[in-house]
């Protein structure tokens, strides 16, 4: 248990002191455009006006952070200049937001590789052991239209915007994310959103929007591994020169593991330009559906789902509870929404959205460095009072030593 004077804890408390430093760097950044030497408003101090947003709830809008960027201790505090609304409403569309990846990167860094993730001991320690690193792979639109509004005023352009993002399931944390309109189609489908960030040595864990053979092929080219839920009636190729002998264990019985057969997607007779080019490997789980899901059920009722892997030699229990810490990535996108308040959008540009997400993500890691477990609203509440004077140190610090103990236990 941390000391409460333990100076270290105490500065890591102070979230956007212990970020000036590393936004101190995107100073320069867009300044090729001011010939005559006159900015003030440079993409750290815009970025931190930002990060201001989620740790002070009353701050809405641009105009808001104008307005608190007249007063002298926000400025003293902060580090910043004072802000006109035009200038901040341009330097969202000026400021590379490609920028901020370096600092998230450099955030993860100092998170341990199993932190606040919810979850019982036993599963955490099982997931550990995988080789590739279990991440979940979604989207969630950001934006959309009351449907009156949307049916009178609405044109093609106002279909929102969708932040595609990849969440690592055993340190509780985003570790990529990148925003496009929310049309789907082209670049913005999230199979090509996926196909262009992939990265070496992960398992992608996916739902069934995902399901594409090109895609899993690309996966397994890039060094990675997948796990994916398909349609139940999918065409499965059983091979059986290697399927002989192969039954579920009781473990994956236990699991509600109802089959698990090695082969390929596809029929011979298929149309598709591209099949899958390696071996994979088809589980059917059964599980009890719920009641108020998939229209009217009965009590008990049960369903089934389909996996697809790569994963030949990993227990097929193991593959199942992976794709149970799937949904991680659904709280993951309750909490940006509902808790940080990034339903409502302070910029209407691809670039100040995409802006306001990154410091999303980087508010999101400075408080899990603050806090060793996974943060409650309660917490996040009393970091918010913390920043704003509220709270004193020792009171925060335990709180967090109080949950901490609760978490371990």
């Not at 990265?199 to 929007?209: A, H, L, P, Q």
């Not at 091979?239 to 264990?249: N, T």
């Not at 994956?252 to 082969?263: F, P």
């Not at 940080?340 to 993500?361: D, V």
Request: aromatic share 6%; glycine share 6%.
């Amino acid at each position: 248990m941390a000391d409460a004077a333990e100076p270290d804890r105490v500065e890591g408390l102070r979230l956007l002191q212990r970020v000036d430093s590393l936004l101190e760097r995107l100073r320069g950044d867009g300044c090729e455009r001011d010939r005559a030497g006159n900015r003030t408003l440079f993409f750290n101090h815009a970025c931190t006006l930002i990060l201001l947003t989620f740790f002070n709830p009353s701050m809405t809008s641009l105009r808001d952070l104008q307005r608190a960027s007249r007063l002298a201790s926000v400025r003293r505090k902060l580090r910043c200049s004072q802000a006109s609304l035009g200038s901040l409403s341009e330097s969202l569309r000026v400021f590379d937001p490609e920028r901020l990846v370096e600092i998230i990167q450099e955030l993860l860094g100092k998170i341990p590789d199993v932190s606040g993730t919810s979850g019982s001991p036993a599963a955490l320690r099982q997931l550990s052991q995988l080789k590739p690193i279990p991440t979940a792979v979604d989207g969630t639109l950001l934006r959309q239209l009351p449907q009156i509004t949307q049916a009178c005023y609405a044109t093609r352009k106002d279909r929102g915007w969708k932040l595609h993002t990849h969440f690592e399931v055993l340190r509780g944390v985003p570790v990529r994310a990148r925003v496009t309109d929310a049309s789907g189609r082209g670049a913005a489908n999230e199979k090509a959103v996926l196909r262009t960030s992939l990265e070496s040595d992960r398992c992608y864990v996916m739902d069934r929007g995902y399901e594409d053979f090109s895609l899993f092929n690309a996966i397994v080219a890039a060094g990675s591994s997948y796990v994916c839920r398909v349609r139940n009636d999918h065409h499965f190729r059983v091979d059986h020169d290697v399927q002989a002998g192969r039954s579920p264990s009781a473990e994956a019985r236990a699991a509600g593991v109802l089959s698990d057969e090695l082969g390929r997607m596809g029929s011979d007779k298929s149309r598709r330009i591209e099949h899958p080019d390696h071996l994979q490997r088809r589980i059917v789980i059964q599980f009890a559906a719920h009641p108020k899901r998939g229209g009217r059920r009965r009590q008990g009722a049960t369903q089934e789902i389909v996996l697809v892997t790569n994963l030949r030699d990993v227990p097929a229990e193991i593959i199942v509870l992976l794709y149970r810490f799937r949904w991680l990535i659904e709280l993951f996108f309750r909490w940006l929404k509902c808790v940080l308040g990034c339903r409502h959008l302070i910029s209407e540009s691809a670039r100040g959205i995409e802006i306001q997400m990154y410091c999303a993500l980087i508010a999101c890691l400075l408080i899990q460095l603050a806090c060793p477990f996974k943060p409650n609203q309660w917490t996040y509440k009393l970091l918010c009072l913390y920043q704003q004077g509220w709270v004193t140190d020792e009171e925060l610090l335990a709180h967090i030593q109080e949950r901490a103990a609760t978490h371990t236990n």
